[in-house]
């Protein structure tokens, strides 16, 4: 089933965390599209949630550095 979830991270302040975090979820099988709102501090995530978890996607966010509230 496919889920569109918001998540509020903290730590990225320029496009190349915007681009660097954006390839690395695209990567997992699963995830359809990510929106980055720097100036919101947002993310938001289109993905099959039979095939990628939410506790996976904050890993993987957390893992690249930066702070999911």
């Known amino acids: 089933m496919v889920?569109?979830?918001r998540i509020a991270i903290?730590?990225?302040t320029s496009?190349?965390?915007?681009?660097?975090?954006?390839?690395?979820?695209l990567e997992l099988t699963g995830v359809f599209a990510v929106e980055i709102y720097l100036a919101?501090?947002?993310?938001v995530i289109t993905?099959?949630?039979n095939k990628v978890s939410l506790n996976e996607l904050t890993s993987?966010?957390?893992r690249k550095?930066?702070?999911v509230e």
């Open 3 to 5: 889920e569109e979830t």
């Open 10 to 12: 903290k730590g990225m």
């Open 15 to 25: 496009y190349q965390c915007h681009s660097t975090f954006r390839s690395a979820l």
């Open 40 to 43: 919101e501090e947002k993310a």
């Open 47 to 49: 993905y099959d949630e």
């Open 60 to 62: 993987l966010i957390q």
């Open 65 to 67: 550095g930066y702070e």
